[in-house]
T-cell receptor
Framework: AQKVTQAQTEISVVEKEDVTLDCVYE???????LFWYKQPPSGELVFLIRRNSFDEQNEISGRYSWNFQKSTSSFNFTITASQVVDSAVYFCALSAHLTGGYQKVTFGTGTKLQVIP | DSGVTQTPKHLITATGQRVTLRCSPR?????VYWYQQSLDQGLQFLIQ???????AKGNILERFSAQQFPDLHSELNLSSLELGDSALYFC????????????????FGPGTRLLVL
């Protein structure tokens, strides 16, 4: 079974605050990929990051950082010094190969982040 | 602008009908992915094509089919439509160098909003 849990349904922060979006996953596969996507109010999807299961290095991209911990099956996303433009729904996802060319991709239910000016 | 185009933007049809959604990937991208986003099911990966061939299959129903043409544009065909097929359908593209599904940075189109009445 494969599962992605984003327990935080909605988060509100004041601009310039740091915020962490949690993502906990379950999989029996040893090789898998984790992703974060952003969906602003305009509705389009934006790919943010992918991480494979063998690479536990944390990653930083500008104000964004990701903390991958296999020991706790978590792939958390932190926005530093949040801005109003960060207001969006953020999705975490997990993918793994199945036999027969199938790809099991599971998305979390999303966390809606509202950054208040 | 991601460089991925999708037509039409909106589509209203009736149950039992068939529709075709079209996606043009970014110039040079070989992989095309289709996703569905609905209120009931959330985000789901449907299928991926790479350079004209099906590469990975997700939660795609048998009533749905897709193909990628020699010019690399892709079409998603939805038939025998049901009310539950109402959703936002996203197409994404990626370079495709790795040839693997959902392992690269993906660029999303604006989506086609389908309403089945």
């Amino acid at each position: 079974a494969q599962k992605v849990t984003q327990a935080q349904t909605e988060i509100s922060v004041v601009e310039k605050e740091d915020v962490t979006l949690d993502c906990v996953y379950e999989t029996r596969d040893t090789t898998y990929y984790l992703f974060w996507y952003k969906q602003p109010p305009s509705g389009e999807l934006v790919f943010l990051i992918r991480r494979n299961s063998f690479d536990e290095q944390n990653e930083i991209s500008g104000r964004y950082s990701w903390n991958f911990q296999k020991s706790t099956s978590s792939f958390n996303f932190t926005i530093t010094a949040s801005q109003v433009v960060d207001s969006a729904v953020y999705f975490c996802a997990l993918s793994a190969h199945l036999t027969g060319g199938y790809q099991k991709v599971t998305f979390g239910t999303g966390t809606k982040l509202q950054v208040i000016p | 602008d991601s460089g991925v185009t999708q037509t039409p933007k909106h589509l209203i049809t009736a149950t039992g009908q068939r529709v075709t959604l079209r996606c043009s990937p970014r110039s040079g991208d070989l992989s095309v992915y289709w996703y569905q986003q609905s209120l009931d099911q959330g985000l789901q990966f449907l299928i991926q094509y790479y350079n004209g061939e099906e590469r990975a299959k997700g939660n795609i129903l048998e009533r749905f089919s897709a193909q990628q043409f020699p010019d690399l544009h892709s079409e998603l065909n939805l038939s025998s439509l049901e009310l539950g097929d109402s959703a936002l359908y996203f197409c994404a593209s990626s370079v495709g160098k790795s040839g693997g599904p959902i392992q690269e940075t993906q660029y999303f189109g604006p989506g086609t909003r389908l309403l089945v009445l």
